[in-house]
């Protein structure tokens, strides 16, 4: 089955740091681009990053640039956003995400896993 | 930043067609998506490429993009379609949603 499956959300303080994981399977990992939506309770989808099929390009969303680092390792087919500096306004669900084919959308999300940023 | 609008709301009668619009600067210049949330879910890819459906997607489900406006049409609208719908598009390596459209079947 293809899915993906994240993990490492739970209740940090401001300015604390925070790593989400996400566990790919049943596909082959290393072809696709992979992307972090987040969604905040009650909001809309957003987005917050991408990366390329090596790890060597990256891209972010204008509210998280800087304090947010999407990675990937390919060999254990893994997901991974390391959150610092984290705000309030950071509170939210957190998707990973499978693009499809280049620029084709995304057909695979996780669950979701939720990250609480307060004192 | 680019930015995709969508209406808050839109309101269907059961068998009667849908249709939403998200609304950005030469959207019809990019490749326009459409995803389906409903409450306590994932979303769901229901249109990508401005016009094609994902493998399981029922064909009621159609969009078109031209100009400044992409559009999600479902025909034949059903009460499992009452959903939230947001519409993605990619400007200059950056992705962005619009702010998602709660559709009501009643």
């Known amino acids: 089955e293809v899915q993906v499956v994240e993990s490492g959300g739970g209740l940090v303080q401001p300015g604390g740091s925070l790593r989400l994981s996400c566990a790919a399977s049943?596909?082959?990992?290393?072809?696709?681009?992979m992307h972090w939506v987040r969604q905040a309770p009650g909001k809309g989808l957003v987005w917050v990053s991408r990366?390329?099929?090596?790890?060597?390009?990256?891209t972010y969303a204008d509210s998280v640039k800087g304090r947010f680092t999407i990675s990937r390792d390919n060999a254990k087919n893994t997901l991974s956003l390391q959150m610092n500096s984290l705000r309030a306004e950071d509170t939210a669900v957190y998707y990973c995400?499978?693009?499809?084919?280049?620029?084709?959308?995304?057909?695979?999300w996780g669950k979701g896993t939720t990250v609480t940023v307060s004192s | 930043s680019y930015e995709l609008t969508q209406p808050p709301s839109v309101s269907v009668s059961p068998g009667q067609t849908a249709s939403i619009t998200c609304s950005g600067d030469?959207?019809?210049?990019?490749?326009a998506c459409w995803y389906q949330q409903k409450p306590g879910q994932s979303p769901v890819l229901v249109i990508y490429q401005n016009r094609k459906r994902p493998s399981g997607i029922p064909e009621r489900f159609s969009g078109s993009n031209s100009g400044n406006t992409a559009t999600l049409t479902i025909s034949g609208t059903q009460a499992m379609d009452e959903a939230d719908y947001y519409c993605q598009a990619w400007d200059s390596s950056i992705w962005v949603f619009g702010g998602g459209t709660k559709l009501t079947v009643l």
């Open positions: 990366i390329n099929l090596d790890g060597s390009s990256t």
């Open positions: 030469k959207l019809g210049d990019k490749y």
């Open positions: 995400a499978r693009e499809a084919i280049f620029a084709a959308g995304m057909d695979v």
């Open positions: 049943g596909f082959t990992f290393s072809s696709h681009w």
